[in-house]
DNA sequence: ACCGCCTAGTTGACAAGTCGACTAGAGGAT
DNA sequence: ATCCTCTAGTCGACTTGTCAACTAGGCGGT
């Protein structure tokens, strides 16, 4: 399961409950992963009986008790694993190519519409990708690599809108 | 569920059995979808029982009988209706991406193999497609827009590959 | 004669992910 | 006073996807 071992991995930058790794998920690891909060709460429950992270109740001060999960030595080992591990190999699912892909079921309105709107939420994502990219700098190794994620993002959202800007004209 | 949707659409072009469907998924629309059969399968008789496809057995001659299955004028509805529907929001799950992030966990000689890997695994796909793409004209614009999700394919994996030179030698 | 591969499909057990509802207190706005 | 939002977490039902095993006949090679 690739989640826990996100988990374990966000767990070891700093320790956390349930609802900041999926503030995390919604943000920082965003590009590169999404998770449903109840997914998130039950990995981490599952992580938690496997002995690879451990919970410590902390009173809120205002806001509710925090669970915080902290990496244990035998998550760091599992997480160290994984890392060296073979990669798995990705599924690619895009669900608007899939449409183009049938697009001839669609007059040319819908279409239109159909790219205009992909290219709205290519621009939205771009402009979050790059203001995080612009409020975070390449401290050390760890930051660096992040870093490198976030730029991957961005690369891939440009190659989006220049591949929108010929599909739209080759159709025009 | 979008595989639904994804089988109706590959039945509009022709008839097909879920073995046919597979073949598919593993070529030609293995870059914006992949599909388990033992999923394809089920999917498939949900559509039957759903009214959008219809079942005939075909013998074999020599190989086992057929199950092909087309699409009905409710399915072809059902497609259309999909298809100018408002597209579900795309789920970002890179599990390469996933290992770079965490990447400080690994060192130089693990990092390295890492990128070695993906890149080899790039130009694998690469290949596969500008193989694909060369092997098929734009006779229509069904066949144009097909062509496209493939050209989508293809700017992405170049963007892989140029990142990967970059992230190679910032790390260097 | 036997092995492995291809076509074609089925089944069961599980794993992973999604959705919505629900609890609960604090703080701010109307 | 009431409503909304944020923080924090739990639960159940359900959908979707994955893995592995199994049937079964035909074809080609050794």
Redesign the interface.
């Known amino acids: 399961m690739?989640l826990a071992?996100?988990i374990l991995?966000l767990l070891?930058i700093a320790p956390m409950t349930g609802y900041d790794l999926k503030r995390h998920f919604d943000s920082t690891?965003?590009?590169?992963?999404?998770a449903d909060k109840a997914q998130i709460y039950r990995t981490l429950a599952k992580l938690v009986a496997d002995g690879h992270a451990a919970v410590e109740t902390v009173a809120g001060s205002g806001a509710p008790d925090r669970q915080e999960h902290r990496i244990t030595a035998a998550g760091q080992a599992e997480?160290?694993a994984w890392?060296?591990s073979e990669?798995?190999?990705?599924?690619?699912?895009?669900?608007?190519?899939?449409?183009?892909?049938?697009?001839?079921?669609?007059d040319e309105d819908?279409l239109r519409s159909?790219f205009a709107?992909?290219r709205e939420?290519v621009q939205e994502r771009l402009a979050r990708y790059e203001q995080l990219r612009a409020e975070n700098a390449a401290t050390?190794?760890?930051a660096?690599?992040?870093l490198?994620?976030l730029?991957?993002?961005i690369?891939?959202l440009?190659?989006?809108l220049?591949?929108l800007d010929?599909?739209e004209e080759?159709?025009a």
Chains 1, 2 share one sequence.
Do not use: C, K, M, Y
């Open positions: 690739v071992r996100i991995g070891a690891a965003g590009h590169f992963w999404t997480l160290a890392l060296a990669p798995e190999r990705q599924t690619e699912r895009d669900p608007f190519l899939a449409r183009v892909f049938f697009g001839a079921g669609l819908g159909l709107g992909r939420a050390d190794r760890g660096r690599l992040r490198l994620t730029d991957n993002g690369a891939h440009r190659t989006e220049a591949w010929a599909a080759e159709l």
